[in-house]
């Protein structure tokens, strides 16, 4: 056994063991550390031929002079010490190019007849090994770093303990308790936790691996010595060992407080705005963009005795007007086109009193930034009672103009009989006055007339009597007798402008009424200039003037029932208010159209359209 040993060891198996020993071996001799053995790896490390056998190894490695090795070398030929070296960096010159590496490394005396004679040098090549761990540490560095800046609240916490190991800036302003946390226990560092969910969370995270994730959890902190809210969406979730095992949890958390107070803020503006809807007297509604009711008052439940959640497919034309079912969606469908509010007077079935009420709609369009309706407002106002009074008015005046027709009539009868009588006797300057009485008995009777035709309106019993007649004919008849009692010259520029179908009584009082305005309302002006003519397939009257004119707020207003413009001016003038309403009702359902254009205190152009008749024969 003992032979055997000793074969294994044999010189010539040293030998071989130290030429292909994959580390750096070298036997340095005498104080000059002369290389007396080197193998094939250490020259490697030293780049280096087998040449430099026999130098001093300062002279075949120069580039070591100012490193550490050459003084362990002495160190360890002087005192017999080992020295090892760990991860020991080294500069070594290689084809001219200086490089880097590490080693691990140990130097030992060798000794000859109890004394030393030279240093054995023992080197594994750490170099990629170091550059590793180096690279690692950095992307570790780096990785703080990313967290460090990071908008997410982000801390490491270590063992069951939790302990801090780690807190990005975001994390310790969140805590507000400064940077002497890290190192301590979470629970220590954040008293006020204790009795909120946040412990027993982590502790279950790490007991069972499985991660936490939540969004908007209160917190409540302690900020500056006092106690306030946060809410938080977060996550821990758990750091594993490689075998699996939760050794931390690391918690990311994002600051959402400005968020949740603005929804809620938002929460109870709508709150209050739902509060003001319930308390207002009326019935009051929101749809969508697509016109679909999304919600509305008590007031409209009652009145539909109608659930929330089955508006969607409530059928409207069950407790709408037919007539204004039809109005109310054309309206609605005109105001979404041009994005405009609307107004209209419905009549709605009352279940419970079996009979329809009148309410007055009213929505406006609610838009987004790019413009579009996003929803509608709407009212309903029960104007039931109003417009019973206003039926009993309109009765009411139907019946005095009636029965004040008919003395009328007499009177105007007398007023002629008397002026011829006095005129017969000679007595010219009563019969001045009994001419004068007639014209105001005139007005008086047109006064009277205007009442009637409004009320025969209002009542839907205004007939027209519809025949076929030349429009230009009847404008040049009426023309004329307007100015046989005026001194006002009417310049009438008329053009064949054909036959239309309408009341042709009736068109002539809208004609002598926009004349009579004309008059009335230019006290400073002597001209006015009527035209007629073809314009498309209508024809088109125009009466124009150069008296107060009115301002264009005003303007279309003017068609209303008993609107008067306002001022100073205007308010001089006598009048009801109802001759535009009245020449509106005519010529609208005449299928015409009627419309001004005005400039304040420079004058006024009022047109009417009616459509031509398409019957040439006539
Ligand atoms: P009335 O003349 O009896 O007041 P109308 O219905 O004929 O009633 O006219 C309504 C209002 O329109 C008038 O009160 C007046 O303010 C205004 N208006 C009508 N015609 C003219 C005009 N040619 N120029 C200026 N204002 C006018």
Known sequence: MNKLLQNAISLEALTSLFSQAPVGLAILMGKEHIIANANQQI?????????????????????????????VLKSVFETGETIKGNKVKALLEKDGVMLTYYFDFIYSAVITDKKITGVSVVAINVTDQVLNELKLQERELRFKEILEISDYSIAIYRGEDMIIEFANDAMINTWGKGHTVIGKKLEDTLPEIKGQPFIGLLKNVFKTGEPYITTEEKADLVIDGTLQTFYYSFAYRPIKDVHGNVEGILNLALNVTELVQARMIAQNTVKEYRDLAEAMPQIVWTTDENNKIKYFNENMRKFLNLEMDAISDYDFSKVIHATDYINLKRTWDKATLEKKLFELECRFFDAENDKYIWFLTRATPVLDDRGQIKQWIGTCTNIDEFKSLAAQKDTFLGIASHELKTPLTSLKLYAQVLERMLRKTGDETNAEFAKKMDAQIVKLTALINDLLDVTKINSGKIHLNKEYFDFDKLVAETVEEQQMSTSCEIDLQIEDAGIVFADRNRISQVIVNLISNAIKYSPRSKQIIVKVMQAENNVKFSCQDFGIGMPLDKMNRVFEQ??????????????????????????????????????LEEGSTFYFSLPLSQNENI
């Open 43 to 71: 020259l490697e490390y030293w780049g280096k031929g087998d040449h430099v056998i026999g130098l001093p190894v300062i002279e075949a490695l120069p580039e070591i002079a100012n490193q550490e090795f050459p003084g």
């Open 562 to 599: 008993y609107y008067r413009v306002s001022g100073v001016e205007q308010t001089t003038f006598p009048g009801l208010g109802l001759g535009l309403y009245i020449s509106a009702q005519i010529v609208e359902r005449s299928e015409g159209k009627i419309w001004v254009e005005s400039v």
